[in-house]
């Protein structure tokens, strides 16, 4: 199976602060790379698809780069609403999916 | 509309099996690409994916849950059923139901709100 790992595993920033989180392939991937937001007691929204394009109706100020068995999912101003948890997940080729350890976003 | 919900119990014992059910509407498994998939969650912990079914019936599962794991559909009613057997109360999780398809890049791109399965005695 295909690792993914995540980093960091927790993250403090503040309001308006330029964040970016990094997920490794334990081997190449292409672009079948996924990023997720997960707030409590709800369920994972996609962000991110192949590697790059912006899931329709996700603000701007996400944006995912990367190729390989390297990505990185960037915020480029934090709001309020975006601390949460982050997943990056690989769909490459034939099942089984994997998901990174995940990226708790917290507020300094 | 996409939408996806999971039912089933709320508590199982263990040894025993779990069966849960995907019900769906704004899409149907009869329509080319689209594939069904369960994925869990720990309390606390990562997302784990478990199974996926596709619309020729193609089934898949994960390395280590593979023995444990049925995943099957019912196109007439929109719903795909997820049974996993010997439960132990490490499989204490959310277990989620979302939509995946071929055209695309596979990601998850519809959720349900997913449901809390404790496994006690």
């Known amino acids: 199976d295909v690792q993914m790992t995540q980093s960091p595993s927790s993250l403090s920033a503040s309001v308006g602060d330029r964040v970016t989180i990094t997920c490794r392939a334990s081997q190449t991937i292409s672009t079948y790379l996924n990023w997720y937001q997960q707030k409590p007691g709800k369920a994972p929204k996609l962000l991110i698809y192949a590697a790059s394009s912006l899931q329709s109706g996700v603000p701007s100020r996400f944006s995912g780069s990367g190729s390989g068995t390297d990505f990185t999912l960037t915020i480029s101003s934090l709001q309020p609403e975006d601390f949460a948890t982050y997943y990056c997940q690989q769909s490459y080729s034939i099942p089984p999916y994997t998901f990174g350890q995940g990226t708790k976003l917290e507020i300094k | 509309q996409v939408t996806l919900k999971e039912s089933g119990p709320a508590l199982v014992k263990p040894t025993q099996t779990l069966t849960l059910t995907c019900t769906f509407s704004?899409?149907?498994?009869?329509?080319?690409?689209?594939?069904v998939n369960w994925i869990r969650q720990p309390p606390g912990k990562a997302l784990e994916w478990l199974a996926r079914?596709?619309?020729?019936?193609?089934?898949f599962y994960s390395t280590s849950l593979k023995t444990r794991l049925t995943i099957s559909k019912d196109t007439s009613k929109n719903q795909v059923v997820l049974t996993m057997t010997n439960m132990d109360p490490v499989d204490t999780a959310t277990y989620y139901c979302?939509?995946?398809?071929?055209?695309?890049?596979?990601?998850?791109?519809?959720w349900g709100q997913g449901t809390l399965v404790t496994v006690s005695s």
């Open positions: 704004g899409f149907s498994l009869s329509t080319g690409g689209m594939r």
């Open positions: 079914i596709d619309r020729d019936d193609d089934k």
């Open positions: 979302a939509r995946t398809h071929s055209n695309s890049w596979d990601e998850f791109d519809y």
